[in-house]
T-cell receptor, first 116, second 111 residues
Framework: GAVVSQHPSWVICKSGTSVKIECRSL??????MFWYRQFPKQSLMLMAT?????????EQGVEKDKFLINHASLTLSTLTVTSAHPEDSSFYIC????????????FGPGTRLTVL | QKEVEQNSGPLSVPEGAIASLNCTYS??????FFWYRQYSGKSPELIMF????GDKEDGRFTAQLNKASQYVSLLIRDSQPSDSATYLC???????????FGSGTRLLVRP
């Protein structure tokens, strides 16, 4: 199997606070994980690529100081939304690259963030 | 021009019919092509992938790839109401693990 979990599944926070989202590969080691954001009725937008033990690579237009990514182990990557504002409210989804065969990404169930 | 283009739909088909979903891409360096299904409020789940020109069949699903035309499609035979979802096309380049997602086609299968 290739199971990816995310925690929490949903979170509501006040404007100005920081929120941490965890992404775990449960039954395989993931050298590379990806973080996406999806606004309602829009497609997935890649935010950053996270490699274990190194700094994340952010896509153009994504603020690296606002969206902190840490990939501390082969099974865990975290995304911290710092000083969240209502416009950061979105569906955040991680995926993990299994690293064998055709390089398929397996997606976590997503985290719905609402910033009040 | 968008990197990946899909008709947003909705594509409405009756139960039991064949649903045909199309996708064009601009990056000629794309080597692998993935189709994901996404139900409303859920994350994408992999349907199938294809990397060689021609057809690839997996159960009720057939992916078709034409690299010369930069075109990939997904056929769903014997469509079921449970197939109603948004289908995302995602090419992948040879030198990167990144997937570039299209905006998706919403499929409605009428009972």
């Amino acid at each position: 199997g290739a199971v990816v979990s995310q925690h929490p599944s949903w979170v509501i926070c006040k404007s100005g606070t920081s929120v941490k989202i965890e992404c775990r590969s449960l039954d395989f080691q993931a050298t590379t994980m990806f973080w996406y954001r999806q606004f309602p009725k829009q497609s997935l937008m890649l935010m950053a690529t996270s490699n274990e033990g190194s700094k994340a690579t952010y896509e153009q237009g994504v603020e690296k100081d606002k969206f902190l990514i840490n990939h501390a182990s082969l099974t865990l990557s975290t995304l911290t939304v710092t000083s969240a504002h209502p416009e950061d409210s979105s569906f955040y989804i991680c995926s993990a690259y299994k690293g064998e065969g055709v390089d398929t990404q397996y997606f976590g169930p997503g985290t719905r963030l609402t910033v009040l | 021009q968008k990197e990946v283009e899909q008709n947003s739909g909705p594509l409405s088909v009756p139960e039991g019919a064949i649903a045909s979903l199309n996708c064009t891409y601009s990056d000629r360096g794309s080597q692998s092509f993935f189709w994901y299904r996404q139900y409303s409020g859920k994350s994408p789940e992999l349907i199938m992938f294809i990397y060689s020109n021609g057809d690839k069949e997996d159960g009720r699903f057939t992916a078709q790839l034409n690299k010369a035309s930069q075109y990939v499609s997904l056929l769903i035979r014997d469509s079921q109401p449970s197939d109603s979802a948004t289908y995302l096309c995602a090419p992948k380049g040879d030198s990167s693990y990144k997937l570039i997602f299209g905006s998706g086609t919403r499929l409605l299968v009428r009972p």
